[in-house]
């Protein structure tokens, strides 16, 4: 596969990492997790007079990418929204009004850069694994005398492949073994030899998808011995790679309480089954809870729109969490 093709595999992945709940029809979540994955943040609002269209009628609650602008606080982040539709027409609105609520993909506010390094890298690989198959094919270079004994060999291999028994019509095609030294010669122009180092490749594309699966809290094992863990070792690389993942859960839960709060809806949010259950298991090896249902802590007072904070509670920490952290 090219690198289209592997961004496209490893976006699948990612849209199947949250489930929502009680969204409204033109709260597309889908688009709300892909802006999410390739721009790190998003803003949601209602779509202003005039700018209605065929399904989204104005008033309508929608999610695009958006940037901020001008007027920058003291960390540099500016308190107004830039959001631009993908037909084009453009939103701005004051950060803390309740205009628009801004969500992140993660507490680092980022997108998943790393996806495109290893988009790349399988796309490579992919080249590898084609050019080995190829090398590796069985594909003798046939050197002939003549023109006639050309036609003849390609009429024996064509009889071959259809199964057909081949008729031995002049002594060249005959060879040594029967005496008659004026024959055809054959070279090996491939190396079918090399075929054992196709395995090498494609468990190295294994590799690069499970390091990925694992990073983002799914736990591949590997097949070889190296990959060959104690329960204890296994228990470890689930907890720490659900860090990535309960990050990106606690930065949505933040974006949906604030869209809540500002626009009246009940819209949940949580793992998808696959990830609810690398939770559970890591739960039940463990006893200790993982996930944070708390929310995040400056939303909690529906009256708290003080500019200073830091829009998406990175800073604030309760004791929980606090005491977890240290247990981890």
Not at 217 to 224: A, L
Not at 248 to 272: C, H, P, Q, Y
Request: aromatic residues 10%; glycine residues 8%.
């Amino acid at each position: 596969m090219d690198k289209k093709q592997n961004l496209n595999l490893l976006n699948e992945f990612h849209l199947g990492m949250f489930e929502y709940g009680n969204a409204p029809e033109t709260f597309l979540t889908n688009y709300l997790e892909y802006y999410f994955i390739k721009f790190g943040q998003v803003a949601a609002f209602r779509i202003p007079s005039g700018r209605g269209s065929s399904g989204f009628p104005e008033g309508s609650l929608i999610v695009t990418p958006c940037t901020f602008g001008t007027d920058l606080n003291p960390y540099g982040r500016g308190s107004q929204i830039i959001a631009v539709t993908r037909n084009g027409w453009e939103y701005r609105a004051d950060r803390y009004s309740d205009e628009i609520a801004v969500g992140f993909n993660n507490l680092s506010e980022m997108p998943c850069v790393d996806m495109i390094d290893d988009a790349t890298t399988l796309s490579e690989i992919d080249k590898s694994l084609r050019f080995l198959i190829f090398w590796t094919r069985l594909a003798p270079l046939i050197r002939v005398s003549d023109e006639k004994e050309r036609q003849e060999i390609l009429t024996a291999f064509n009889n071959v492949k259809e199964g057909l028994p081949v008729t031995m019509v002049t002594k060249k095609i005959l060879g040594d073994e029967f005496g008659f030294k004026d024959t055809f010669t054959v070279e090996d122009i491939t190396r079918p030899d090399f075929a054992d180092k196709i395995q090498y490749t494609a468990r190295l594309r294994e590799d690069v998808l499970r390091w990925h699966y694992t990073r983002y809290g799914q736990v591949v094992q590997g097949d070889t011995k190296l990959a060959q863990q104690s329960v204890d070792e296994v228990n470890g690389t689930v907890s720490s790679s659900l860090t990535i993942p309960l990050n990106m859960l606690k930065a949505r839960r933040a974006f949906i309480d604030e869209v809540n709060r500002k626009f009246g809806t009940e819209i949940t949010v949580d793992f998808s089954g696959a990830w609810r259950a690398e939770v559970t298991k890591y739960e039940n090896d463990t006893g200790e809870p993982e996930v944070d249902n708390t929310g995040d802590p400056e939303n909690d007072d529906p009256n708290d729109n003080d500019p200073n904070d830091d829009p998406i509670g990175t800073n604030e920490t309760d004791e929980t969490e606090t005491d977890k952290g240290g247990e981890n």
